[in-house]
């Protein structure tokens, strides 16, 4: 691995998954696939080589699924990075699927999310995924510890190393914890203070981020704040993000990253681009200092 704890800014460099320990800086897959998550992408050998720079620059942990194209963002993983570094850590998440008309919904049947995880380890040429996380959708129907339940079992056959989940509640990560081995919880977290249309479109229904972040931190859980950027929130105003940015020489989705490795020790965001010039961009932010007075103006304009 080439991160070096004195690349990070703020302490921890490394943040532990259960076993696992990875760079508190990874990779989201979800822009690999084409337009609106969906189908091939314009550039498929573009695409790969994201993926593979993601893993030269340092980054160790990669968060994808399944119905990211649906099955796209997966095979370009494996094609790019198979047979995987022995450090590297890759999630998934089951629970949800994307429908013919391109939207988003419900998978979290039991025998759903056996499908679900049986396209993971197929796309992905794997025997074992690393982490699990459940993404519980409420109009799905399913009681949130039945579909828990059945990852565990999951988990028991060999197929799941650890488990996790996404756009739940501090209740439901209290309830889950009590249950089994929880290591992470994926929410939807930024300093633009919204996630844009497609946190709308994949179903963020979670209106306290900071008392799930609270309830991570009293567990000792990672959190992995998805679209950390603030997709379509930064055509908005935001006037202390800017003057941070401009302070630092920095863009202010740099400056986004960078308050957010700030705003918690717990905290390992995942930014995703299909970019290999963004993605470098964003590396850079693990270098940037804030303050706590420059914190908590990014906090402050994010709240208003």
């Known amino acids: 691995m080439t991160t070096t704890a004195s690349e990070f800014a703020h302490a ?42 993601a893993v030269e620059l340092g980054v160790r942990f990669i968060d994808t699924s399944w119905y990211y194209g649906p099955f796209v963002a997966n095979r ?16 998934t998440k089951l629970g ?7 939207g988003w919904g419900p998978f979290a049947r039991p025998e759903q999310l056996r499908e679900g995880l049986a396209h993971d380890l197929r796309d992905l040429r794997l025997e074992r995924i690393d982490v699990v996380h459940f993404r519980y959708i409420p109009r799905s129907g399913v009681p949130f510890l ?3 339940d059945a990852l565990v079992a999951l988990q028991r056959e060999g197929r799941i190393r650890h488990l996790a989940l996404s756009n739940v509640d501090a209740a439901q990560v209290a309830a889950a914890a009590d249950r089994t081995a929880i290591v992470a919880v ?16 994949t179903h963020s229904e979670v209106d306290d981020p900071e008392g799930v972040l609270a309830a991570c931190e009293a567990r000792g859980i990672a959190f992995l704040p998805f679209f950390p950027l603030g997709v379509g929130s930064f055509g908005k ?13 920095a ?24 970019s290999v010039a963004h993605l470098e961009e964003n590396w850079g932010a693990r270098r940037i200092a804030l303050s706590p007075s420059e914190v908590e103006s990014i906090a402050r304009d994010a709240r208003g």
Do not use: C
């Open 146 to 148: 039945e579909s828990l």
């Open 186 to 201: 994926q929410n939807h977290f930024n300093a633009g203070g919204g996630g844009g249309m497609l946190a709308k479109m």
């Open 251 to 274: 863009t202010p989705a740099q400056v986004a990253l960078a308050w957010l490795l700030a705003r918690s020790p717990v905290m390992l965001p995942i930014p995703g681009t299909s």
């Open 237 to 249: 105003a935001h006037p202390a993000l800017d003057a941070v940015a401009a302070a630092h020489d």
């Open 76 to 91: 370009l993983i494996a094609e790019a990075l198979h047979p995987y570094p022995a450090d590297l850590v890759i999630a």
């Open 12 to 53: 921890p460099a490394t943040l532990r998954l259960g076993d696992l320990v990875v760079p508190r800086l990874g990779f989201g897959a979800m822009r690999l696939p084409g337009k609106d998550v969906w189908g091939e992408p314009a550039d498929a050998a573009q695409a790969r080589a994201v993926v593979r720079r």
């Open 96 to 102: 949800g699927m994307r429908t013919p008309d391109k």
